[in-house]
């Protein structure tokens, strides 16, 4: 019998939770300076954020306030994102390094999750599993994994890989992985740990267990030397949109992050990854959907519609191409920036948000210049740039309408756009009745209302 089908993916051991109307869950997504391309210009904006620690802390303090649910940590192992030329124009996605920044977060932070990237192409599932579990136990039970396959091909460079594994081998090592790391996650029972200095006793033999695993790719024995999660295990979180990644998240993951251009491929999204949760055992509710939202709001629609046309102004022909040639996997260098999106040549290796964003501005008719500017502030995620008003209906209309369960909040500017959302949206969904005026529950699934994971106990052999 296979690892996976011994493994009883997010069973029912559920605490019990307050009875409320649904609410909206709300992550935040971090990236120094902003998420918009030229947000590092303006000079009132935390340019130097991945050198300056205390302005980490001081988002992650806004976020708290504003109820958040989790802080949510990108992460690259490649600098390569733009030519030599526009290398020096860009702030090129420095960052401290994610485990280690929200580890020390953990200490200056009460409630809110902490979810960071780690790559199952590159590192190996013993160290992630302890890592994770680590910061879980550090945090109190707030800890949270995104998975991701390494889409990059210039990252394995920096491992002297050279030739990148095809999509559908980088899914099947995920699995497994993701298989071992929960294995793990289960070597001790709850209350295991005894610390009976009268029998001499530091932990119930009985509740030790060995994962023992020999697979296609991995073989870990065990155990953790890192006791129980707080929470049962660390959330599983996978941002992946093809039909693998869609497929591993509905098998795998708590919460799945997502990038839509529209309600309408939102919602097919949405109903899709729930049916396959449903068609492998599992609860569809337990599985939640936030879709990235890039949100710059102001008291009325004209003065956000002012602040984003600045920065849009800020960017260079220069950025915005070599950051466009990057998402579609095509230099374009040498096309004219106002003409329209040339026919790319298939068998390029293209994520499938970059299929996307060339299918948009096909269907739209948007010229380099256009597109570059749709993704400069949202690299491929729905965008709002208006009123208090504009922002809180169109959150309320996606999650009532079956596209979301709640959102990673993209603000386009550090720290301003962060305060602007906090202190003029999230009241707005406190009043509509759709979001938390309160913390509710100590740990990152109490706060999401997802259940505990029973204990995983494994042997197997291939």
């Known amino acids: 019998?296979?690892?996976?089908?011994?493994?009883?993916?997010?069973?029912?051991?559920?605490k019990p939770f307050s009875k409320r109307t649904r609410q909206i869950k709300l992550g935040l997504m971090f990236q120094a300076s902003g998420h918009h391309i030229a947000s590092w210009l303006l000079p009132e904006t935390d340019a130097d954020c991945a050198l300056d620690f205390k302005k980490y802390t001081s988002l992650a303090k806004t976020a708290e306030r504003g109820l958040f649910d989790l802080i949510f940590e990108a992460d690259s192992l490649s600098g390569e994102r733009f030519t030599a030329d526009t290398l020096p124009r860009t702030a090129l996605g420095m960052r401290i390094e994610p485990m280690t920044c929200l580890t020390a977060l953990a200490a200056v932070t009460e409630e809110i999750g902490l979810v960071c990237t780690a790559t199952t192409t590159y590192d190996q599932p013993?160290?992630?599993?302890?890592?994770?579990?680590?910061?879980?136990?550090?945090?109190?039970?707030?800890s949270g994994w995104n998975v991701v396959t390494s889409?990059?091909?210039?990252?394995?460079?920096?491992?002297g890989i050279e030739e990148q594994l095809p999509k559908a081998e980088r899914y099947r090592r995920a699995r497994e992985f993701v298989e071992v790391v929960r294995g793990l996650w289960g070597s001790w029972d709850e209350g295991s740990l005894l610390i009976d200095r009268e029998r001499g006793l530091f932990y119930d033999p009985n509740g030790l267990h060995v994962l023992d695993h020999v697979g296609d790719f991995f073989s870990v024995r065990g155990p953790l030397t890192t006791y129980r999660s707080?929470?049962?295990?660390?959330l599983i979180v996978q941002a992946g949109a093809s039909d693998e990644g869609r497929?591993?998240?509905?098998?795998?993951?708590?919460?799945?992050f997502a990038a839509h251009q529209s309600i309408e491929s939102a919602r097919e999204f949405y109903s899709d990854i729930?049916?396959?949760?449903?068609?492998?055992?599992?609860?569809?509710?337990?599985?939640?959907?936030?879709?990235?939202?890039?949100?710059?709001?102001?008291?009325s629609r004209q003065e956000a519609l002012d602040n984003f046309g600045e920065l849009q102004n800020l960017i260079s022909p220069e950025v915005g191409v070599a950051l466009l040639s990057r998402y579609l996997v095509w230099d374009l260098q040498d096309y004219d920036v106002d003409g329209p999106i040339p026919e790319l040549p298939a068998g390029r290796n293209v994520p499938t948000r970059s299929a996307m964003l060339a299918s948009t501005a096909r269907a739209e008719g948007l010229s380099i210049r256009q597109l570059y500017q749709r993704i400069a502030g949202g690299r491929g995620h729905f965008q709002v740039i208006g009123s208090i008003a504009d922002v809180a209906d169109k959150m309320e209309e996606w999650f009532h309408d079956g596209a979301a369960d709640g959102f990673n909040i993209i603000p386009q500017v550090f720290p301003s756009s962060l305060n602007e959302f906090v202190d003029l949206v999230v009241p707005e969904l406190q009043r509509r009745g759709i979001f938390r005026t309160k913390y509710e529950g100590k740990t990152?699934?109490?706060?999401?209302?997802?259940?505990?994971?029973?204990?995983?106990?494994?042997?197997?052999?291939?």
């Open 274 to 299: 729930k049916t396959r949760a449903e068609a492998v055992g599992r609860n569809p509710k337990h599985v939640l959907i936030m879709p990235g939202f890039g949100v710059m709001v102001a008291k």
């Open 230 to 234: 707080p929470q049962g295990e660390p």
């Open 247 to 256: 497929q591993l998240a509905a098998e795998t993951a708590d919460l799945v």
């Open 126 to 142: 013993y160290f992630i599993a302890r890592r994770f579990a680590s910061l879980d136990l550090i945090s109190g039970g707030r």
């Open 151 to 159: 889409a990059n091909a210039s990252e394995g460079r920096n491992f």
């Open 444 to 462: 990152l699934r109490e706060k999401l209302e997802l259940p505990i994971p029973r204990k995983v106990s494994l042997r197997h052999r291939r």
């Open 1 to 14: 019998m296979s690892l996976q089908k011994r493994v009883k993916t997010m069973s029912s051991d559920l």
